[in-house]
């Protein structure tokens, strides 16, 4: 049978041994191709600064800046690609990091450190 038949069987699939040595790879020891679960890498669990949790989605923004502040973000892009500053790589992570900071500063100085309430509305959904 070829690969591109199909028989009933288990997940729909039913393999022969011949298909079945041909999809592990070697066709001589099937347990040495067998998947393995992937492995984490413990930074993937760490919240990034901004995040509520690991992995928290993310929501596209579009913004203008002033041409200085933009040739001052590229600057400092140029200065993390070449000197491996930890938890910045892209200009998101500095709109993320920056966007973070400044609101903690504001709750902080204006609302008792407590975290601004999400508006019932907001101006824009996905």
Request: charged letters at 30%; a neutral charge.
């Amino acid at each position: 049978m070829s690969p591109s038949q199909r028989r009933p069987g288990i997940g729909g699939v039913q393999l022969d041994n011949d298909e079945l040595r041909f999809a592990t790879g070697d066709g001589k020891n099937p347990e040495a191709a067998a998947p393995t679960a992937p492995t984490v890498d413990p930074a993937e669990l760490v919240a990034k600064e901004g995040e509520a949790f690991p992995g928290e989605d993310m929501e596209k923004v579009g913004t203008q800046l002033p041409t200085s502040l933009l040739d001052q973000l590229e600057g400092l892009m140029l200065f993390i690609k070449t000197t491996d500053v930890p938890g910045i790589t892209t200009k998101s992570d500095v709109y993320r990091i920056g966007v973070h900071r400044l609101l903690t500063e504001f709750a902080r100085k204006f609302n008792d450190g407590k975290p601004f309430p999400v508006p019932r509305q907001r101006r824009r959904r996905p």
